[in-house]
Each structure stands twice: as C-alpha cells, then as structure tokens.
C-alpha cells in the first residue's frame, strides 16, 4: 500500500519523496523533454509571420493642386519621358499598364516597365493646398507608382504582393480599370470591370490585404457605353463598400485614391472629357468623405482599421487638360484634389511647367529641340548605347514625336486657351526648325532623331502604334 501511495502521489501531483532521489533514466527523460521543448520553440519562431497590414496602417499619400500627376501611359510612359516629366515638374508617375500573369511569370519585358529612375523615388511637392490627411509624413513619400491590369482576384492579388515585396520604392500600386482596348477587354480586365463591380470591389479589397504598407488605387471610366455612366455608382461603392460588404462587417475596400476619366470604354479618347459627370463623382466622394466623419459612437460607423489615409479618399480627374487654364480650372469648379495629365504630356511635357509658374510658356523651336536631346540622352543612358539600346530608344523617340508634333506655339494661336481635341489647319512656324518639329510627316521625325541617333538604316519605316490620324492613345488606363 505504502509504495502504491507513493506511485500515486507523484503521478497526481507530480512529487518526488524527498528520501526517494531521482533515477538515472528520469533525468535523461527531463532533458530529453526540455529540448524537444527548446526545439518546439525555435520551430514557433521559424513558422511565425507578420500579420497583413490593415488599410489604416498604410503609409499614407497626398494629392493636392501642387501635385499635378502623369497619367499612366502604353508605351509613351516608358522610363526616359517620365524622367523629362519629371525634371519639367511632374509630382507623380506612374508605370505603364503592366498584365498580372506576364508580372508573375517572371517575364523580363513586363518587369522592365517596374523599373524607376531614382528621381523618382524623392518625395513630390508639399505645401499643404489641398486636404493633409492624419499621419502623411512627405519625407517617406515618393513618386513612382506601379499600374496593373488583371482579370482575376487571386491573380491581382498575387500580383500586388510580389510588388510590394520586390519593389521598395512604390507610392501606390493602381488597378487599370479603365483601358479600351480589345485586347484586354475581352480578357475581362481594364474596362470590362466596370461591369464587374462586386468582383472589383473584392479584388480592390484583397489587394489591400497583401500589399504591405503599399498604398492601392483604382483608375476608372464613366462606364462602358456612351450614355451609360456607371462611375458614380461605382464610385459610391469603392469608397463606401458595398451592401454585402457592410452586413458581412468587411467595410470599405480601403483605396486610398480614386481616379476617373471623363470617357466611355465605347467613347475611347474621341470627343471631349466629361468633366460635368466628374465633378458630380467629386461631389458625391466629398459628402461620403464628410459623412464618415459624423458618423462617431454609432453602430454605423465604420470599423477605422479598413479606413485607408484615415478615411479620406483622393478623387482625380483625367481627360483633355492640356494647359494651366484647364488644370486650375478642373480643380476650382470640378472640385477634384488634382488632375491627372495623359495627351497634354505628351503634346508639351512643359505643361508641368506652366502649372507651376500659372502661366503660358511660349517655348522656342530651340528649347524644344532640346527636350528632344534629352530624350535620347536618357534612352541611351536607359537602355544602352549599342545597336539595340540605339534602336530602342530611336523608336520611343519617334513614339513621342508623332504626338509632340501636334503642338502649335502659343506664339501663333489665334486664341487661347488651346483645346486638345482642335485639329489646326496646315501651319508654317515662325523659323524652319519649328516648322519641321510641327511636321506630320514620319520621315521628317526620323530626321529629327538622326539629330543625336545617328543616320537610320536606308530602308527604316515608322508607324506610330497609336491611330495618329484620329488622335488617339490605343491603350492608356
């Protein structure tokens, strides 16, 4: 009885009687226990991963009437313009388009257009003119921001979390759900998520969920078909989250930025931006951003860890500014927090310029020309000096000319202020330099480009990817 009461009071309790010392084999026992407890430990460490950040822990972003943005651009947007843009003072840019599944596949042409120069990675302009969100701190800001386009929540997912991880220096990652083109269309990405809203909204969320600390925006159309808009429904829903989303408590999708061009999916870039619809979609953002803030100590009041940029999302507008005139103007009356500039970019990178100084900058032929020069100088640098980087940078040089040519001087316009969707009559410059930079003949460009290229072969052709005849960009967000 006395050694079955020993027995039972160690295993019960487990005491040892004091005159009863521990046996060779317990000891072996008790340390082979506490290691495989030090490894159960040190494999817990191995195993433990950060958890996703939340839309409210995002670094935060601004956009105000200093920061005039290059829009995101099909194969004008490469690395040498938005480094010209830049430096002539563009505040923010953006990568072209880039498809999801090429991105994840690791194809080098795609992540080519990730690649940023490091102007852009220095913080935009800051001087407080539109609404400073809580916590922006301009010093960890930069200008680069990634475009992508995908068809499938798990493939802008997976593509949104290689960004973040691989590129370091990105401002915001944006969902192109505004390009027109056939080719994507029908692939159910760009405009075709117009269509697609709940689905949107998830992907949209979902990016969120995996991008880090990296901010996510949308880039939309007014709809699909003219005489259609669906924008500010869609609107109302990325910033608010729709019905589903709200009984499920999942809250907003979390974008911090929201930017809408004035035009149709049908529509494409002809007849002039909607500017009217654009500023009734500010509207309507600006009264949901004042709504959040009333809605305090209330069961309808939103859960602030799914707010981005502590509630308050950036609205953009986009389409036909092509001077300082229409870019203040879209801002006083359209009540946007600033306009994002494609064509007029492209036609006058000095458009930058002119925001800053408020004014029209009447550029000689000289000036001009050397824009040109520093264009190819940084293709160069970019790309290579051998024969392809010279062929490179020789056919995205002429990519530019054949909209640069569409420019007239301010000096010689009948009236101000230009409108971009004007087709001027047959024109003559105020020198032969000028009147060859104004040329819409192709081998007039390519003798521009021999300038600094070098001559082109006997038998070179050019012809521009865009329908140059009716004005048009094939594939911008």
């Known amino acids: 009885m006395e050694i079955n009461a020993k027995e039972l009071t160690k295993n019960l309790h487990g005491k040892v009687d004091r005159d009863e010392s ?10 082979a226990e ?54 002539l003072g563009a505040q923010a840019t953006y990568s072209e388009m880039a498809l999801s599944m090429p991105l994840i596949s690791g194809q080098k042409g795609e992540w080519a257009l990730m690649k940023a120069h490091e102007s852009e990675t220095l913080p935009p302009k800051f001087q407080s003119k539109g609404t400073v969100v809580q916590g922006y701190d301009n010093s960890k800001d930069f200008k680069f921001g990634a475009q992508i386009a995908a068809n499938k929540p798990w493939l802008a ?58 901010p996510i925006t949308a880039k939309i159309r007014l709809g699909t078909r003219d005489n259609r808009p669906t924008a500010l429904k869609l609107a109302q829903r990325l910033v608010h989250g729709g019905l589903q989303a709200h009984e499920s408590g999942e809250g907003p999708p979390g974008i911090a930025a929201l930017t809408l061009h004035g035009r149709s999916r049908q529509q494409r870039y002809q007849r002039s931006a909607d500017w009217g619809y654009i500023a009734e979609c500010a509207s309507l953002i600006k009264r949901l951003n ?8 209330t069961s309808r009041e939103p859960d602030a860890r799914s707010l981005a940029a ?50 029209y900058l009447d550029k000689s032929a000289t000036e001009r020309l050397a824009y040109v020069e520093k264009f190819a100088k940084y293709g160069l640098e970019a790309w290579g000096s051998d024969e392809m980087g010279v062929g490179l940078t020789r056919r995205f040089l002429l990519e530019w000319l054949s909209f640069a040519h569409r ?16 087709r001027p009559p047959a024109w003559k410059g105020r020198n032969e330099l000028e009147t060859l930079l104004g040329s819409d003949n192709y081998k007039d460009w390519i003798k521009i480009s021999e300038m600094f290229l070098g001559p082109a072969h006997k038998d070179f052709k050019f012809a521009p990817k865009h329908k140059s005849h009716s004005y048009e960009i094939e594939a911008e967000g």
Not at 22 to 31: G, K, M, S, Y
Not at 67 to 82: I, K, S
Not at 290 to 297: I, K, P
């Open 34 to 87: 506490k290691k495989d407890s030090m490894e159960d430990v040190q494999e817990n460490r191995a195993m433990y991963t950060e958890p996703p950040f939340l839309p409210s822990e995002k670094r935060r972003v601004y956009f105000g009437p200093e920061t005039p943005v290059l829009a995101p651009l099909t194969t004008q947007g490469n690395l040498p313009f938005r480094r010209l843009c830049g430096e």
């Open 290 to 297: 004042a709504e959040r803030d009333e809605l305090t100590d």
């Open 22 to 31: 521990p046996t060779v084999e317990a000891q072996e026992d008790l340390e």
């Open 310 to 359: 502590a509630g308050h999302v950036y609205f953009l507008g986009n389409g036909d500014c092509y001077s300082h005139a229409d870019y203040y103007t879209n801002i006083q009356e359209s009540k946007v927090d600033s306009v994002m500039i494609g064509r007029g970019a492209l036609i006058k990178p000095w458009i930058f310029e002119e925001i800053e100084a408020n004014q």
């Open 407 to 422: 420019y007239v001087p301010v000096g010689i316009l009948e009236r101000l202020p230009p409108n971009i969707q004007d």
């Open 157 to 214: 997912l997976k593509t949104a979390q290689v960004l973040s991880d691989l590129c370091p220096h990105l401002r915001v990652i944006d969902l192109n759900c505004g390009c027109p083109i056939d080719l994507v269309f029908r692939t159910g990405a760009g405009s075709a998520l117009l269509d697609a809203q709940p689905k949107l909204e998830k992907i949209l969320r979902g990016m969120n969920a995996v991008s880090g600390e990296v």
